[in-house]
């Protein structure tokens, strides 16, 4: 007795995840056709955090073309010209289509690689405007806002690991969009911005076991918030196990740089290494 349910517990297990990973695929909202930027910290971000998100867009069949900005090349021990290559190795092996035209990373002393610095969100702002908007600050007159993604990507106001650099993220993202939206009152905001939502620490390392939990939460907050307005307010992406090889080569080969100990037991057991959910951010 005791053995078939030490050989049945993985089956039922195994079997969740892929049903789980196929429910979230087939009944939830998602993105499709769109012009997307995932905006990072540091190489590695995109897939110690974002795997699940970057495999789900780059399908083919979503028809999404994604994109990766990166605001430092991760220069703190002085492995900013290898980490940049390595971030290169990892988009390819999560599916960006040209990842030598998709991936930028910008050097910058306003954007160090540090964990006591926080970004300026107006810096983040302007360079966002020049790279998504740039003719929006040159109109006289006020018009239909444009913008050249639609899908802005990013941390939360807590970043995940309360890193400041990724907080700065959340912030300059907003900076950008309330500024795009100045003097364009009644217009809809070209570009949605949605970001990774942080959990408590025990939820990151029970990997796929979160995924009940999240599929629980995320309803009744998208019902609070939305308040009756038809709108996806959560994005919601779990790996297949295929998946998830995929999104642990990307940081374990694709990163080798970084593959120190303590890092094992997240792309092992991490939630985030298998399960994404982005909310979406009022900017108004």
Sequence with gaps: MELYLALAIPILLATAWLYTAQLTRSTLPALRG??????IAHPDDEAMFFSPTVLALTAPEAGNHVKILCLSSGNADNLGPTRKHELLASAALLGLRSPSSDVLVIEDPLF???????????????LLANAFSPSSSSQKEPKEPTATIDTLITFDASGISAHPN????????????KALMARHDGYKCPVELYSLTSIPLFRKYI???????????APLRDAIRARGRRRRETLLYVSSFGEWRRGVGAMVRGHRSQMRWFRWGWVGVGRYMVINDLRRVDVG
């Design 34 to 39: 769109k012009r997307i930027c995932l905006l």
């Design 112 to 126: 160090p690689d540090s964990m006591t610095t926080t970004w300026p969100a107006p810096s983040i702002a302007q």
């Design 166 to 177: 990724h907080i700065s993220l959340y912030l300059g993202a907003k900076h950008w969009l």
């Design 207 to 217: 990997g796929v076991l979160d995924a009940p939990i999240t599929m629980l939460i």
